[in-house]
């Protein structure tokens, strides 16, 4: 176990929690704008650490170069789909549920 | 050759201009010498109506109009006829119906038989007029279309003008990406890389560059972008945090909402870096961006206090305008406030969210 591999490792820990957050959250948000908050933001960061761990492991480099560019790609592209996804819901006339939809809803 | 032409109502919105050059493009796509007919409605009593304030505000209007339509025409002005009117003078104007009336009137005394809407034309002001409107005319003979506004983005040429800088520019970025991922400088790859970069550049030259290359503010922004990135990736990590906490919540304490303000970036680039950024940021997702009118929905009411501070626009402002660009008010000091907050904790934040300009508190 070098302090690298731990490193590596508790970023990868990081990583799965937040997509495991990014299911948890597809699956109990109410709606498609919800959801699609839910699905990529933690998403980008979970892949994100993912990424960040797997740069590590390469210990610096050109390799971790690339994956430092993985991830400026990725937190590119991520939020132009889920913008995507957000306004073809919103052309498609679908209105946002709100706290109302649902009783006894109060927030914190 | 009434056949060709166009009525086209016009009256103060923000898709006029672009309903305006829609209609230009269609007096140019038929034959003949088509006339465009703009009308505008007063809606005031019949007494001395004409030189009544609205009047003039209408007539302003139409000169604007005509100014701008003979503008779209461009090489065909000579060939198209342009006609401004006030309509509805000597009646009150009350409801779609009374619109259609004059409309319909003044289309059958100068044989218009085809009508082009802005598809916000509203002189009425709340109540929804124009689906109505439509069937009215319609019934009364007139075909009918919308202009196509609703993206109210000008449609600007794809390709914009560039030259050696630009090329310089996009050869360069293209080549040195191309040697980062060859990893080896050797002479295989240099060859290739330089042929890549060249028709790289060459084709998109005209497309991905925008404006002249001036090498200070472009390393500028390239510096502040760089202090931008940790910024931006320390917001998303405390964000996520956030979200996961409401997610995993075993109540989902979640409030979500569409905010909708003006942002304070003027130009395509900084609007879509601002746009992005706030949908990377956990709670906070831009549904559609118009010129610098953002509609952003929200996941808690926390979320939205966050944006409406400004932070990243803060930031963005930063990022392409420098330092000094920095100060200008946040939204909620520009007096943006969330809309459709609906329990009483949305709406509490939403209050001292507005709050914040009646203090002007500078959140740093």
């Given at each position: 176990m070098?302090?690298?591999t731990?490193?590596a490792g508790v970023?990868?820990?990081?990583?799965?929690?937040?997509?495991?957050?990014?299911?948890?959250g597809?699956?109990?948000?109410p709606?498609?704008?919800?959801?699609?908050?839910?699905?990529?933001?933690?998403?980008?960061?979970?892949?994100?650490?993912?990424?960040?761990?797997?740069?590590?492991?390469f210990?610096?480099?050109?390799?971790?170069?690339k994956?430092?560019?993985l991830?400026?790609?990725?937190?590119?592209?991520?939020?132009?789909a889920?913008?995507?996804i957000?306004?073809?819901a919103a052309?498609q006339?679908?209105?946002?549920?709100?706290a109302?939809?649902?009783e006894?809803?109060?927030g914190e | 050759m009434a056949d060709n032409?166009?009525?086209?109502?016009v009256?103060?919105?923000?898709?006029?201009?672009?309903?305006v050059s829609?209609?230009?493009?269609r007096?140019q796509e038929?034959?003949?010498?088509p006339t465009?007919?703009?009308?505008?409605?007063?809606?005031?009593?019949?007494?001395?109506?004409?030189d009544?304030?609205?009047a003039?505000?209408?007539e302003?209007?139409?000169?604007?109009?005509?100014v701008?339509?003979?503008?779209?025409?461009?090489?065909?002005?000579?060939?198209?006829?342009i006609?401004?009117s006030?309509?509805?003078l000597?009646?009150y104007?009350?409801n779609?119906g009374?619109?259609?009336?004059v409309?319909?009137a003044?289309a059958?005394?100068?044989g218009?038989?085809a009508?082009?809407?802005d598809?916000?034309?509203?002189?009425?002001?709340m109540?929804p007029?124009l689906p109505?409107?439509?069937?009215?005319?319609?019934?009364a003979?007139?075909?009918?279309e919308l202009a196509p506004?609703?993206?109210a983005t000008?449609?600007?040429?794809?390709t914009r003008?560039?030259?050696?800088?630009?090329?310089?520019?996009l050869?360069g970025a293209?080549?040195g990406?191309?040697?980062?991922?060859a990893?080896?400088?050797?002479?295989?790859?240099?060859?290739t890389g330089?042929?890549?970069?060249?028709?790289?550049?060459?084709v998109l030259?005209r497309v991905?560059t925008?404006g002249s290359?001036?090498?200070?503010?472009?390393?500028g922004?390239?510096?502040?972008?760089?202090?931008?990135?940790?910024?931006l990736?320390?917001?998303?990590?405390?964000?996520n945090?956030?979200?996961?906490k409401?997610?995993?919540?075993?109540?989902?304490?979640i409030d979500?909402?569409v905010?909708?303000f003006?942002?304070?970036?003027?130009?395509?680039?900084?609007?879509?870096?601002?746009a992005n950024?706030i949908?990377l940021?956990?709670?906070?997702l831009?549904?559609?961006?118009?010129?610098?009118?953002?509609?952003v929905h929200?996941?808690?009411?926390?979320?939205?206090?966050?944006?409406?501070?400004?932070?990243?626009e803060?930031a963005?402002?930063?990022?392409f305008?420098g330092r000094?660009?920095?100060?200008?008010?946040?939204?909620?000091?520009?007096?943006?406030?969330p809309?459709?907050?609906v329990d009483?904790?949305?709406i509490?934040?939403?209050q001292?969210a507005?709050?914040?300009?009646?203090?002007a508190?500078?959140?740093?």
């Amino acid at each position: 176990m070098t302090p690298t591999t731990i490193a590596a490792g508790v970023l990868l820990a990081g990583g799965v929690f937040f997509t495991f957050v990014a299911a948890v959250g597809l699956l109990r948000l109410p709606d498609i704008y919800t959801r699609a908050h839910g699905a990529s933001k933690s998403d980008t960061l979970g892949a994100g650490l993912a990424l960040a761990a797997v740069a590590v492991a390469f210990g610096g480099g050109l390799s971790s170069l690339k994956a430092g560019l993985l991830l400026v790609f990725m937190f590119i592209t991520n939020p132009t789909a889920a913008h995507a996804i957000a306004r073809a819901a919103a052309d498609q006339g679908i209105d946002p549920w709100t706290a109302d939809d649902h009783e006894g809803g109060d927030g914190e | 050759m009434a056949d060709n032409d166009l009525l086209i109502p016009v009256a103060d919105s923000e898709t006029v201009r672009q309903t305006v050059s829609h209609a230009a493009d269609r007096a140019q796509e038929r034959d003949g010498t088509p006339t465009l007919h703009f009308v505008c409605p007063v809606s005031e009593r019949p007494a001395n109506a004409a030189d009544s304030a609205a009047a003039a505000e209408a007539e302003a209007l139409l000169d604007r109009v005509s100014v701008w339509a003979t503008d779209d025409l461009g090489d065909d002005a000579s060939r198209v006829a342009i006609e401004t009117s006030l309509v509805g003078l000597d009646v009150y104007l009350f409801n779609p119906g009374d619109y259609a009336d004059v409309f319909g009137a003044y289309a059958r005394e100068n044989g218009v038989t085809a009508v082009v809407l802005d598809p916000r034309f509203n002189p009425l002001g709340m109540a929804p007029l124009l689906p109505p409107l439509e069937r009215e005319l319609e019934a009364a003979g007139l075909t009918t279309e919308l202009a196509p506004v609703e993206r109210a983005t000008r449609r600007g040429p794809i390709t914009r003008s560039a030259g050696l800088g630009q090329f310089a520019l996009l050869f360069g970025a293209a080549f040195g990406f191309y040697q980062l991922i060859a990893t080896e400088l050797t002479t295989v790859n240099l060859i290739t890389g330089a042929i890549t970069a060249t028709i790289v550049a060459g084709v998109l030259r005209r497309v991905s560059t925008q404006g002249s290359v001036r090498p200070r503010r472009l390393v500028g922004r390239v510096g502040r972008m760089l202090v931008y990135a940790p910024y931006l990736l320390w917001e998303i990590a405390k964000a996520n945090v956030a979200i996961a906490k409401v997610v995993l919540h075993p109540r989902l304490p979640i409030d979500p909402a569409v905010v909708e303000f003006d942002a304070a970036v003027w130009s395509e680039l900084p609007a879509t870096t601002l746009a992005n950024s706030i949908t990377l940021t956990p709670g906070t997702l831009t549904v559609d961006v118009t010129q610098r009118h953002f509609t952003v929905h929200s996941l808690t009411a926390d979320a939205r206090r966050d944006l409406l501070a400004g932070g990243l626009e803060r930031a963005v402002r930063f990022v392409f305008y420098g330092r000094a660009a920095m100060r200008s008010a946040t939204p909620s000091e520009r007096g943006e406030t969330p809309d459709g907050s609906v329990d009483s904790a949305g709406i509490d934040s939403a209050q001292s969210a507005s709050r914040t300009d009646t203090n002007a508190g500078d959140s740093e």
